[in-house]
């Protein structure tokens, strides 16, 4: 228990102009510069997509895994022209599901001024739409 | 990065009772409604579904989107009469699967006052059994 | 809305050894226990998974749905030999999908001193690769 007259918060914002359409990032260092910059020691570290076409994750930086993720994720929320919301003129439906299937944001808790992941545990940012800038809003609270 | 020696809490219950079984409601007014009543400056907001049977998510508000993720709801966790779970005397075991698979919550993150949103990011209450009252809490905490 | 100089966490550790391979427990006292130690008022408690293979959700504490959401991941997230992943030597591909899935982690708000869920909410571990020790986080957070 840890008991302090200071809540803080420091909030960083990242941006992704990844080369490939669909790409899964490794963003853990820059969660853990974040966190160091804060000078946080106890508390909550939100990561959130601030896109509607992207996710973010707690995994494993394994490649076959994420070749295993990137497969299933097109099984279950296929490319598929015929989407309604491509009417608006856009092409990404599928990439909207995927968001919402892998969830748009993680919290990593905060404790004695460390990241407290399990030890398989990698924050990744999954673009299933890039090609163009894409923003992730870091937001540490704590004290 | 900011400092005060004041954390604050302030709590919204919404209740909605649709129309439809189905429905999805852009609560965005809402949670910024709540957000201007706590005069929080720096947090998050925690925006979650009190039922079982209900998601919360936070996507493009845009009509053609919205029929394409009932339709993609629709197949990957589908009304079907021989769920386990109806033996109890309820037909919604769908819905459950539904709620499973977006999420019943998520955190909007505040800076400077403001929902720290994307540009097309909308928090959305997704029911899935409705035509009876259903609440949906707004937590906001910060300073 | 209430102000104090004082914001607190208070972190636990679960350890969980299932005898089975894939194990959903109600951890809803666990989360209790652990905001009655923090004597935390208003605030988040984080429940978050610490390993890649398991998840952790809000539902119906009701066997027969409990049997329809193993079903279902299965069919969603189906055991296979072939996946990539597997040629590290794991076996457990289908629990690091099933565990993106579901998600990892919940919030659960907490109101005058209070677990503020809905009428039939339960925190559920879902365990997708047991057999052997995974940790789960409780940290309260708040004033």
């Known amino acids: 228990m ?3 007259p200071h809540m803080r918060a420091h909030t960083e914002y ?25 000078r946080i020691e106890e508390g909550m570290i939100l990561v959130s997509a601030m896109h509607i076409t992207a996710g973010v994750w707690v995994n494993d930086a394994e490649d076959g895994l994420l070749a295993d993720i ?7 929320a296929p490319f598929n022209e015929s989407y309604r919301h491509h009417r608006t003129g ?3 439906g599928d990439a ?6 892998v969830h748009h944001q993680v919290i990593v808790p905060v404790t004695v001024g460390k990241l407290d992941l399990g030890p398989w545990q990698q924050v990744y940012y999954a673009e299933f739409d890039g090609q163009r800038p894409k923003r992730v ?3 540490v609270m704590g004290e």
Chains 1, 2, 3 share one sequence.
């Open 137 to 139: 809003i870091i937001k």
């Open 14 to 38: 990242l941006t992704f102009r990844t080369p490939e359409l669909r790409q899964f990032i490794n963003i853990t260092p820059k969660v853990q510069a974040a966190l160091q910059k804060s």
């Open 96 to 101: 909207h599901l995927k968001s919402l299937l």
């Open 2 to 4: 840890i008991a302090s």
């Open 90 to 92: 856009e092409t990404n």
């Open 70 to 76: 990137e497969e299933w994720l097109e099984h279950l």
